[in-house]
């Protein structure tokens, strides 16, 4: 079983930077292809897919957040983050991470609770 913690979510201004960290447990953790999500407060529905990075550290983004969002982890901490650049209001949402313990980036297997960022 693997969980996973998320924080770091706030309230920012337009153009400033925030950074999202997610805390996983599981022994494999560099295995994993982990993701973050990301969802209108209180619409699990429309969630999207923000970011991934597989365990050989390829990434992979969704176009309304290239050049702006950075994903990246650290296997020794068993740690995702999620630095947020220049965010822009559309980007505001519950931010969640998971976990594919398959390694593919195509069968979520566990989720987080998420962690809420406004951006005004």
């Known amino acids: 079983h693997v969980q996973l913690v998320e924080s770091g979510g706030d309230s920012v201004q337009t153009g400033g930077s925030l950074r999202l960290s997610c805390a996983a447990s599981g022994y494999a953790f560099s295995s994993y292809c982990m993701g973050w999500f990301r969802h209108p407060l209180g619409n699990e529905r429309e969630r999207e897919g923000v970011a991934t990075i597989d365990s050989d550290g390829s990434t992979s983004y969704a176009d309304s957040v290239k050049g702006r969002f950075t994903i990246s982890k650290d296997n020794a901490e068993k740690m995702l983050y999620l630095q947020m650049n220049g965010p822009k209001p559309e980007d505001t949402a519950m931010y969640v991470c998971?976990?594919?313990?398959?390694?593919?980036?195509?069968?979520?297997?566990?989720w987080g609770l998420g962690t809420q960022v406004t951006v005004s």
């Open positions: 998971a976990a594919d313990i398959g390694g593919s980036c195509s069968f979520w297997d566990y």
